[in-house]
């Protein structure tokens, strides 16, 4: 069979079962991440249906898929909101980096993958999943929730952080020394600062310079920047993710709209071929000896997400309720867990096997910690389901005795004489007892 006939029924057959599988997964209720993965490794080598004739074009696909994420995920913030989030947010990404990071990085020095795989495993476990907790908080209706801008405050200062954690790796990775790895950071913080003093003092001329009326030109100019930036960006070793995520940020007002909408049907397909091409590279047969590590890690990673959420929810004033609602929401992990392992397996195969199972785990367990925690956590500390005031115990004879008096109503007063002494009514009557209402308790 020709090369291209053979390329063409590979492709086709790919892009159909994960439309079909896609819908399944919208029928369940559940991410199509793990369907996709899923459907990787039995495509890849080792699984049931090996692709050779498909896997460069699949490899170029899933490259473009992750700058199609980031770039999506830029769109979404305005360069003021992310330097807010930087100065309210920053003690809760602190508390999430050493909650969530410091468990990768320890199993992988326990597993003896040396400096470079904890950082990578590192991050792995560190980063929640943008695209799913977006649609798991629109599915369950809690976009306006006072716990909302706290779980996309965290989200931000992850996706923030990226900008500074896989240069760093990259660099890592590639076998760079302390001085040239030095550089590398430093070139990213400076990239990453131009852009956002450029989005922010000359955000309207940067968009008005890229925006169509043409919605065709509009595709081609916004999509051609973004490969172009993320092309140069990785040839300065900062990252090609971080370039497109830059690109999306420099955008604002109606093009960022506008680029939103013609894009995301493309996202949504190279996004899915980025995850089958993870699932592709990864063998079946490496799974089942790291699924109780990766078991071990995503359980405890779990309660750790919680623990940020909790913290980040209670700095911000919000109830017991709110607080475990924030932490469940934030357990799921996806796509920068993928990436980041995408990014390492070459240098460090082992973690492709572990990172896929870990992804497959939280990422079912995800939606349901989000829906589950609050209620699961008030019922074993024994939180009813409404709060009511506290009770300062057993009534003492003081309380019976103005308990009574305030029951009997008063005697009615002789002509002329006022109804309550000079300095006010006797302790335990009605109207004090109005004017001190009890407090109600704060859900």
Same mark, same amino acid.
């Given at each position: ?12 057959? *790919? ?133 909302? /801008? ?5 989200? *931000? ?37 131009? *852009? ?45 993710? *971080? ?40 063998? /079946? ?123 009997? /109503? ?34």
């Amino acid at each position: 069979m020709h090369h291209t006939t053979a390329l063409l029924i590979e492709l086709g057959a *790919v892009i159909l079962t994960l439309g079909i599988i896609g819908r399944l997964a919208g029928r369940i209720g559940l991410s199509p991440i793990p369907l996709y993965l899923l459907a990787g490794l039995a495509f890849g080598h080792g699984g049931l249906i090996p692709l050779d004739a498909s896997e460069d074009f699949t490899a170029v696909g899933a490259e473009i898929g992750v700058i199609l994420l980031l770039l999506l995920l830029g769109l979404e913030y305005s360069a003021s909101e992310l330097v807010t989030s930087l100065k309210t947010q920053y003690p809760s990404g602190i508390v999430d980096f050493l909650l969530n990071a410091v468990p990768g990085a320890v199993a992988a020095l326990v597993l003896g993958w040396g400096a470079v795989g904890a950082v990578a495993l590192a991050g792995v476990t560190w980063i929640s999943s943008s695209g799913v907790i977006a649609k798991v908080m629109t599915d369950l209706g809690r976009l306006g929730n006072r716990e909302t /801008p706290v779980v996309l405050g965290i989200l *931000v200062m992850e996706d923030l952080a990226m900008a500074v954690y896989l240069p760093l790796l990259t660099a890592m990775l590639a076998g760079v020394g302390l001085a040239g790895g030095s550089i590398t950071l430093l070139i990213s913080l400076g990239t990453v600062g131009l *852009v956002l003093y450029a989005a922010l003092r000359h955000g309207r001329l940067i968009s008005r310079a890229v925006s169509s009326d043409n919605p065709e030109m509009l595709l081609l100019v916004v999509l051609g920047l973004t490969v172009l930036v993320a092309g140069l960006a990785q040839q300065l070793q900062v990252s090609a993710a *971080v370039g497109a995520f830059l690109v999306g940020i420099a955008l604002s007002g109606e093009v960022a709209e506008g680029a939103h909408k013609l894009l995301a049907p493309l996202r949504d397909l190279f996004a899915a071929v980025f995850f089958v091409f993870f699932g592709l590279s990864t063998n /079946p047969a490496d799974i089942p000896p790291v699924l109780l590590p990766a078991l071990l890690l995503a359980l405890v990673t779990t309660f750790t997400k919680i623990g940020t959420g909790w913290y980040a929810a209670r700095r911000a004033g919000i109830g017991r309720k709110g607080r475990l609602r924030a932490g469940g929401t934030l357990v799921a992990r996806g796509e920068f867990s993928i990436v980041i392992a995408g990014l390492a397996v070459a240098t460090e195969p082992r973690i492709g096997p572990i990172a896929t199972a870990y992804v497959l785990i939280l990422v079912v367990i995800g939606p349901l910690a989000a829906r589950w925690t609050e209620p699961l956590f008030s019922r074993l500390q024994g939180l009813p389901g409404r709060r009511k005031p506290p009770t300062a115990g057993p009534p003492t004879m003081e309380d019976m005795i103005a308990a009574e008096t305030a029951s009997t /109503p008063p005697a009615e007063p002789l002509s002329g004489e006022a109804p309550f002494p000079p300095d006010g009514p006797p302790v335990g009557t009605p109207s004090q007892a109005a004017e001190t209402p009890p407090q109600a308790a704060r859900s």
